[in-house]
């Protein structure tokens, strides 16, 4: 069964950093893009950033470009995403999915900033 | 960047109803279409990808199309689990980019 679970959300500061992380089974991690899509409270559904199987490319929307970073540990089955100067904008649910079709997704991981 | 135009934001039907939603993206994406569904509090679900195509387990009451740059996504005999807000999202090019959804409401 295919799993994705993330973790590492909470409330920063404006200005703070955060580590998201996402922990995956049931299908063969390095070979698949995968992407951290995020959901304002209330709104629709914005991509973040994306990485290739393999790390070929990493690709992150302009809106966070420069302040976050996407990452993978093949070896761990584990995607992250490290935020720094967090933003009151970037308060949202951050969700983890598979593949550029995002065919599966974990149940997210809520980021709030806030003085 | 590629526009996804979703239509209607929102839409009120009844249970065995037969409803279609439509996406539009401002330039050409192949087939490079997905269909989320998204319930209160949850994590979005995948139901289609490649435009037509029925990811495994999503009964086949949901259905997929494409004809050109207009994506249609039709959900036949509504049942009241049916009821939520659906997504259409291109993966052609970066940056990966969804249409604003359309809420799906019991009249």
């Known amino acids: 069964e295919v799993q994705l679970v993330e973790s590492g959300g909470g409330l920063v500061k404006p200005g703070g950093s955060l580590r998201l992380s996402c922990a995956v089974s049931?299908?063969?991690?390095?070979?698949?893009?995968m992407n951290w899509v995020r959901q304002a409270p209330g709104k629709g559904l914005e991509w973040v950033s994306s990485?290739?199987?393999?790390?070929?490319?990493?690709k992150h929307a302009d809106s966070v470009k420069g302040r976050f970073t996407i990452s993978t540990d093949n070896a761990r089955n584990s995607l992250f995403l490290q935020m720094h100067s967090l933003r009151a904008e970037d308060t949202a649910v951050y969700y983890c999915?598979?593949?550029?079709?995002?065919?599966?997704w974990g149940q997210g991981t809520l980021v709030t900033v806030s003085s | 960047d590629i526009q996804m135009t979703q239509s209607p934001s929102s839409l009120s039907a009844s249970v065995g109803d037969r409803v279609t939603i439509t996406c539009r993206a401002s330039?050409?994406?192949?087939?490079?279409l997905a269909w989320f569904q998204q319930k209160p509090g949850k994590a979005p679900k995948s139901l289609i990808y490649?435009?037509?195509s029925l990811q495994s387990g999503v009964p086949s009451k949901f259905s997929g199309s494409a004809s050109g740059t207009d994506f249609t996504l039709t959900i036949s005999s509504l049942q009241p689990e049916d009821f939520a807000t659906y997504y259409c999202?291109?993966?052609?090019?970066?940056?990966?980019?969804f249409g604003q959804g359309t809420r799906l409401e019991i009249k």
């Open positions: 049931g299908f063969t991690f390095s070979s698949y893009t």
């Open positions: 330039q050409g994406i192949s087939n490079f």
């Open positions: 999915t598979r593949a550029s079709q995002s065919d599966y």
């Open positions: 990485i290739s199987s393999g790390g070929t490319y990493v």
């Open positions: 999202q291109q993966y052609n090019s970066y940056p990966i980019t």
């Open positions: 490649a435009a037509s």
